[in-house]
């Protein structure tokens, strides 16, 4: 029993990290990639992190656990994670563009940005969380409290 519980909070460790791990790619990643001309890199960076980091420590830590728990059934595990984890990630596009069309706000323009996007740090968080699963017997993640 006590070896199943060490195991549910080493994953739940995990998946917290790799949810950090993606914050601070997305902190950097993204602005170089959607940053507004007028504005310098750490001002895009905080601007584009403010929407990020929920982002990910919610819905990305969600897709990720349904990701692993549809994942485990089939025979090639880490392939289908991957998929799920990256197309799961661009679906946080659609209640974006739900938001816009009923309000008028965001363009049309920038819908394909934010599908990359969301594919991106889906597999970001898929390589972090895959990495540390295979690392994690040799870091010391929950071992002994």
């Given at each position: 029993?006590?070896?199943?519980?060490?195991?549910?909070?080493?994953?739940?460790?995990?998946?917290?990290?790799?949810?950090?791990?993606?914050?601070?790619?997305?902190?950097?990643?993204?602005?170089?990639?959607?940053?507004?001309?007028?504005?310098?890199?750490?001002?895009?960076?905080?601007?584009?992190?403010?929407?990020?980091?929920?982002?990910?420590?919610?819905?990305?830590?969600?897709?990720?656990?349904?990701?692993?728990?549809?994942a485990?059934?089939?025979?090639?595990?880490?392939?289908?994670?991957?998929?799920?984890?990256?197309?799961?990630?661009?679906?946080?596009?659609?209640?974006?563009?739900?938001?816009?069309?009923?309000?008028?706000?965001?363009?049309?323009?920038?819908?394909?940005?934010?599908?990359?996007?969301?594919f991106?740090?889906?597999?970001?968080?898929?390589?972090?969380?895959?990495?540390?699963?295979?690392?994690?017997?040799?870091?010391?993640?929950?071992?002994?409290?």
């Amino acid at each position: 029993m006590t070896d199943k519980i060490e195991r549910g909070s080493f994953v739940t460790e995990r998946k917290l990290l790799s949810a950090f791990i993606t914050s601070l790619a997305a902190f950097f990643i993204l602005p170089m990639l959607y940053s507004n001309q007028q504005d310098d890199f750490l001002t895009s960076a905080l601007n584009i992190s403010m929407y990020s980091f929920p982002l990910i420590f919610t819905y990305g830590l969600i897709i990720s656990y349904v990701s692993d728990f549809f994942a485990s059934s089939k025979r090639n595990i880490s392939g289908v994670s991957f998929l799920f984890h990256s197309l799961l990630g661009s679906t946080v596009a659609v209640p974006i563009f739900i938001y816009s069309w009923m309000n008028d706000e965001v363009e049309t323009a920038m819908q394909p940005e934010i599908w990359t996007a969301g594919f991106t740090l889906g597999a970001v968080f898929f390589t972090a969380d895959v990495s540390l699963k295979y690392l994690g017997k040799y870091l010391v993640l929950n071992r002994g409290a």
